[in-house]
């Protein structure tokens, strides 16, 4: 069973418009958690890295939250652009940082 | 260079075939990991070596799957006798040291076995 789950697995939204990715999680115990953008035929790019004390972190029009207690973590994209139509994969590293779950990720469609 | 690259970009293998990945990651870097991401999926966790020493082969799915890193740079992933489900994106990543966040990743090689 998949330790990290995304939700929605897809998502489709008007340029410009705002969403929220969702990603829970049961890897214990926790060191850090990422977001990672991945295109099409790329290999993941992260986007953000929040340790188990930290509440929130952004990276331009990104913004990750995470509830350490609820294991939840959310990734809010606002404005978006049609550069931002990729999937998004939640990653959550064990204590020794080399042990790394990933999510199926969140395929994101940005339409005009 | 400035990335990780991998080659060759796209492989077709017959089944039965062996291949052989290969991974150039970050110079400098100390850690370096192999993924296989099927269609669909986020990437699991095949090997991890720090410098030449593979510390953890837990992942690979058989013993036809192999990786080495003998000098502690590049890296090849083989596969034996490839079956169809080997069918996936293979991705390197690599961190300047043990335990730091600043994992890069390659474009990948996308495997197919027909």
């Known amino acids: 069973k998949n330790q990290v789950e995304q939700s929605p697995q897809s998502l489709i939204i008007l340029e410009g418009k705002n969403c929220t990715l969702q990603?829970?999680?049961?890897?214990?115990?926790?060191?850090?958690l990422r977001w990672y953008k991945q295109d099409t035929g790329r290999g993941p790019v992260s986007l953000t890295i929040?340790?188990?004390?930290?509440n929130t972190k952004s990276n331009g029009r990104y913004t990750a939250t995470l509830d350490a207690d609820t294991k939840q973590s959310s990734l809010h994209i606002t404005a978006s652009q049609l550069s931002d139509s990729a999937s998004y994969i939640c990653v959550v590293s064990l204590f020794n940082n080399n042990d790394m779950r990933f999510g199926a990720g969140t395929r994101l469609t940005v339409k005009p | 260079g400035a990335g990780v690259s991998q080659s060759p970009r796209y492989k077709v293998a017959k089944r039965g075939q062996d291949v052989a990945l290969r991974c150039d990651p970050i110079s400098g870097h100390v850690s370096l990991f192999w993924y296989q991401q099927a269609l669909g999926q986020g990437p699991e966790f095949l090997t991890y070596f720090q410098n030449e020493a593979q510390l953890d082969k837990s992942g690979l799915p058989s013993d036809r799957f192999f990786a080495e890193r003998p000098e502690g740079s590049v890296s090849t992933l083989k596969i034996q006798r490839t079956q169809q489900e080997d069918s996936a994106v293979y991705l390197c990543?690599?961190?300047?040291?043990?335990?730091?966040?600043?994992?890069?990743f390659g474009s990948g090689t996308r495997l197919t076995v027909v």
């Open positions: 990603c829970n999680y049961t890897v214990s115990p926790f060191s850090n």
């Open positions: 990543a690599s961190s300047p040291r043990e335990g730091d966040y600043g994992y890069t």
């Open positions: 929040m340790t188990f004390s930290e």
